[in-house]
């Protein structure tokens, strides 16, 4: 099973900022981990004890992904630089749009 990416858009903004070759990796880490399994293994992924809810963050480099995950989806909150990206505060937020309602339902074709 894949999960549904969501982004923030500071999370796109933030990911567009960062030099070519590190915003490549961070999307190729995002695409073959968080989209296949974004639970916490205690490596790569690892569950932020700091902040409140189910957020966790994917190793990429010196670089960290912020993300929360639920059934079927992961949301995108940040990705920044390691020594910068634990000064912000993070709140879990799940999606507002019903992800089933977007799976489930027929595209009509004219």
């Not at 500071?10 to 989209?35: G, M, S, T």
Request: proline fraction near 6%; charge should be neutral; aromatic fraction near 10%.
């Amino acid at each position: 099973m894949r999960f549904e990416l969501l982004h923030k858009p500071a999370f796109d903004n933030q990911l567009l900022a960062l030099p070519r070759e590190h915003a490549r990796q961070v999307n190729a880490k995002i695409q073959q981990i968080l989209a296949v399994d974004p639970r916490p293994d205690g490596v790569t992924k690892k569950k932020l004890e700091k902040y409140e809810g189910n957020i966790c963050r994917l190793r990429s480099g010196d670089y960290r992904v912020i993300y929360m995950y639920g059934d079927g989806w992961v949301k995108l909150l940040a990705v920044r630089n390691r020594k910068d990206v634990y000064q912000d505060d993070y709140f879990a937020e799940p999606p507002t749009i019903d992800l089933g309602s977007l799976i489930d339902e027929p595209v009509a074709v004219e």
